[in-house]
């Protein structure tokens, strides 16, 4: 466990709070202490609603609140988890337990306690003796800390189901169910069953899809030998507790974050991050769970620190499964804007009361019909339409073999305005070619160096198999000469340290060679370090070339520590490594220039090297000065103490060292969505803490990113913002359109009631069946547009250009029926029929679904982010179909057996069409206009 200082002001007594990093995701958890209160009037209130306020428990947390209070000796904790001051997670009530004088509780499958002094800590284990535990320790330990096991929590069908049903919209739609069915809209009521249904198929799919898909990446369970009691037991990896020592053997899958105690193993970690390459693990090495070895030397051991979803593997998992602090969320945008059509839906339901009461003086009746405009206002089927365009774009990325496992991430990847790339084996190619090697100033074959230094060529590496970092691949390929040597220790590779090396024994002596970055093994060979050093090393790295420096030295015993091993070496050489850059990455960064997309290169090689394949790759201008800097302090600090007005003033290029990426992160806030694309080897945190992170890497399956895709292409990245761009302006589109359709029938079905009658059920299924439905899921299957431009879609559906369109257009339908309401002949008002087409609620569903057309194709229009309207074969038949047939029941209504439509006479029959025409003819022109000015605006720079 991490225990950091608690911040702030002393928390009280009924709540604690303290701060927590895992794989560098570092936040708050506040809890605050609360036990049941059986308040009389609550339990009331439950009743009389007739479970309504139930619901409403349900739903929000702070309601549920009034049936707790505050105590120092809780029941129950209410749990907020924050970051930066933003919730990560919906804030959570759940049961606790005693523990003595401690409290104990599980939270997002993590096992908590609080301390008798008001600490919160993870309940894990921070003390190891490497000593084999005895059976009763084991025993205890797993009462303590659980099953080694990673397992989402299975609901039944059953059991989703009912929490479906019992979703704030679901039972707005069975709301809507009883008022239409009360009113004998018998099949217009089942017309709202049957989306309801089809919604809920659909949650319920995409719930057990994705939940199917992380639970087959996390869960697994396997024979182990465990050594307890000095014997060796076979028994289930679920059964492995904090402290016990397994066997390591080849062929097998790792199932706890753990560290070797003896022997030495090969792994491989892909799972974690989405990297294929072997890696070899020695004693004191960690290891995590869900890697699988390769090969294992005899009795080879591990010491078990972590399990379940304490592993590293398993706070990746949670962070899918629970962390929702998104910059940008769709699924909040629309609350929003459901929010304020709620509003108009109740002040329309009001009016429409009193006009229904005063013409039938039936207050009954005048409710239900009240209340129907209020479910008009709320479109039934716009959630399944809203998530059938999630699933299209989804399939249009697997197309493209992009993998999403977090779909509602692909709205946001089209507002990234800022990509952060990895260099090497993302940029540039995995594979590197040596140049030649430098022992002092002129550069020469490998082959040709002194013998000492081939012979650390040959052995300065962790390669398996000839497999593993394609650096020392390329290393050891370059020369040719073979030695008999014989390995003692290996000291792997640590970032800190910069450096590598091993203990061999060579001819009869004990040889120490350690290879490293030229900056820290200048140090090291302090002694013998070449006079032109210095000036070398920068000329190559300058130029973008990769640096190996190596030294050695001669020693007498191999279990001396380590930095006695490494202190006082003798230069041998510098080998120099050329890493080209991929075909595509050029091409692709002055593409995201050329858009006004930010790309910036994190990578951790020498800032020198970086700084020119950065230029190689137009990521710097090569024509304009490059300053560097670092963050010390949490303050950037640049050379020479040139200070960030005269950056701005000289249009200096900066690099920078340091946390860099953390730098970025923080301006999120600040309208940047960030993506970053890398190869998932050591850059998972970026990839994991971006809005968007695509991870190139050859698995089918990891936990490393978001978006995943086995095409080592950077390009693929481009197709991400093209379906993102795609997705969410569709989105908004349906959102628009199907706000607009519910505002046009509930102004025609308010107009009816002023003249006292009403649309008749065949209307309400022909606009909504017929029309509305086919529309509003073929709107989706608009493609993405083949080119990304410098316009960027809104990210807020509260934004001016897309209220004033939505407002603007309300207007037109609005006037334009009120128009077509004066003018119908008032002599035909008394010959109306309720039950029955009349000339008024038929000129007024025809006018409401022209308009609908209309709006359709208005939001249709492709440029600049999908593809022109008439690619969309699915969307212009849908389209074609409805106005012909719209057209034929308007001129002759008889042509079906249902009675849709009243028969017109010739005058209202010239008088609609004149009035028709206009209206769609000034909808289009006036969403064309919105549209003009929309591209005219540069958005998120």
Known sequence: MIELPILGDKVEDTQTQEYFEEFNERYELRVYYYEEDNNFMIKILRIVSLGLFSLFEKWFVQVSLLSFQKSTNPSHLL?????????????????????????????????????????????????????????????????????????????????????????????????????????????????????????????????????????????????????????????????????????????????????????????????????????????????FSGCSCLSASQDCRALVKSIGFNTIKGSLARYILFNNSYTYSFQKESLKYLFVLSFLGILLSIVNYFIRLKSTQNNFGSIIEALEIFTIMIPPSLPTALGAGLQVANQRLKANNIFCIKPDKINVSGMVNFIGFDKTGTLTESTLKVLGCVEKKLLINPNHCKEIMQLALKSCHTLVGGCGDNLEIAMLECCQQQFDFEYQKVYQFEANLQRMTVIIKYKGKLLALTKGSPEIMERLCFQTIPDQFASTVNLYQQEGYRLISFGYKEINDVNEERKYIENGLQYLGTLVFVNHLREDS????????????????????????????????????PNQPVITGQIINDKLVFDNNINVEEIEQMNYQVALTGDSWECVDKNINKGIFTAFVGDGCNDICALQQSDIGLALSNQEASLAAPFLTPIIRVSQISEILKVGRCALITSQSCFKFMTLYSSIQTIALTICYIRNTNLTVEQFLYQDLWIIIPIAFTMSLTKPSETLTTQQPFVSLLNRQIILSVVGLFFICCCSQVISFLTYDQSLITELNMEMANSINTQQIILANTQVIAVAIAYSQGKPFRQPIYRNYSLLLVLFIGMVVHVLLTIKPNIINISVLYQLTKDELMMTGLMNVAVFIVIILFENLCIKQYKNQIIGH
């Open 586 to 621: 050029k091409q692709l960064i002055e593409l995201l220039n050329s858009i006004n997309i930010k790309c910036i290169m994190v990578t951790g090689d020498n800032i020198l090297t970086s700084i020119n394949i950065a230029k190689q790759c137009q990521i710097l201008d």
């Open 79 to 287: 749990i907020q988890k924050m970051k930066d001051g933003k919730r990560m997670s919906k804030d959570k009530i759940i049961k606790c337990k005693r523990d003595g004088d401690r409290i104990k509780f599980k939270y997002e499958y993590i096992n908590f306690l609080i301390t008798p002094q008001n600490q919160l800590k993870k309940l894990e284990l921070i003390n190891y003796d490497y000593n084999e535990l005895s059976k009763y320790e084991a025993q205890q330990r797993q009462i303590l800390y659980g099953e080694n096991i990673m397992q989402i929590e299975e609901c039944t069908r059953s059991q989703i189901l009912f929490n479906e049903i019992l979703s704030p919209f679901n039972i707005f739609q069975v709301f809507s169910f009883i008022v239409w069915s009360l009113d004998d809209y018998y099949l217009y009521a089942i017309l709202i069953a049957i989306l309801t249904i089809i919604q809920i198929t659909i949650s319920l799919y995409d719930l057990e899809q994705q939940n199917h898909k992380i639970r087959e990446m996390i869960y697994y369970e396997n024979s182990v030998i465990v050594h307890r009691d000095h014997h060796q037991l076979k028994i289930s990896s679920k059964d492995l507790v904090p402290g016990d020592i397994v066997q390591v053997t080849a062929k097998s899958m790792i199932t706890f974050d753990g560290q070797l105690v003896q022997g030495e193993a090969v792994f491989n970690e892909a799972i974690l991050t989405g990297e294929s390459t072997p890696i070899l693990k020695t004693i004191n090495l960690e290891i």
